[in-house]
């Protein structure tokens, strides 16, 4: 079995082989009117290669059609190859650090609860601010935030199988990125690769301004793929 891998190709779709499982979730609201969980609600037939669309137009979502070529697409790759801990900036806490690399961030929201992440953090010595920051950090797809054990330097980090995630968004009434799990490697089609991380979040409105990765654009651009679970 081939090792599994994203190419990102030239105005076109994202190319993915290994056999990489692929599912939908859909994000969740709590008790603070924000996105609180992640919900599986489809799961895809497995295949050894398949194409996804980052067009944000194909008619087959979430894989590509070939309507990219219909409509001239412009996917030139403009997000840094720098690793995640040049771009980050660090938040102090009691026993953990909290890691943030704004450019990354797709406005996935699970941060904003309870004060927020970075407030959570300052407070962690209580066990359920700690706690809390945790899963916060953890529950943003981007992997913009990422919170570390002060004592081990280790990130403290659900553990994920490669696979994808299309998310959607239903309080933002718009479909969200795909989510890469697992250290999934991402080759640019010049063939640069990217770091590989836990959690990352490709754009697929085709409208980031952090190509390949997703900026929040899909909410400016209402964003709709066809799933009915966006429309309230």
């Not at 945790?134 to 935030?145: F, M, V």
């Amino acid at each position: 079995m081939n090792k599994p891998k994203i190419i990102v190709s030239k105005d076109g779709p994202y190319i993915v082989s290994g056999n990489v499982p692929l599912n939908k979730e859909i994000a969740e609201i709590g008790k603070e009117d924000e996105p609180e969980k992640w919900t599986e609600t489809e799961k895809y037939p497995n295949k050894e290669t398949y194409a996804l669309c980052r067009c944000g137009n194909s008619k087959n979502m979430p894989f590509c059609d070939g309507t990219h070529v219909k409509t001239g697409f412009d996917g030139t790759e403009t997000a840094s190859t720098k690793p995640f801990l040049e771009q980050a900036r660090t938040f102090e806490g009691h026993d953990i650090i909290l890691k943030d690399a704004v450019d990354l961030c797709s406005v996935a929201r699970f941060c904003h609860p309870k004060t927020g992440t970075w407030k959570l953090v300052v407070k962690s010595k209580k066990p359920e601010a700690k706690q809390e920051a945790i899963r916060q950090a953890c529950s943003c797809p981007a992997g913009r935030l990422v919170i570390y054990d002060k004592k081990t330097g280790e990130p403290i980090e659900n553990k994920y199988e490669p696979s994808i995630t299309v998310t959607e968004d239903p309080q933002a009434e718009c479909s969200g990125p795909l989510w890469v799990k697992g250290g999934i490697e991402i080759e640019s089609e010049s063939g640069k690769k990217y770091e590989p991380r836990n959690r990352m979040a490709l754009c697929r409105c085709g409208n980031s301004n952090n190509k390949p990765f997703c900026d929040g654009a899909h909410l400016t651009v209402n964003f709709d793929d066809g799933d009915k679970s966006v429309k309230k």
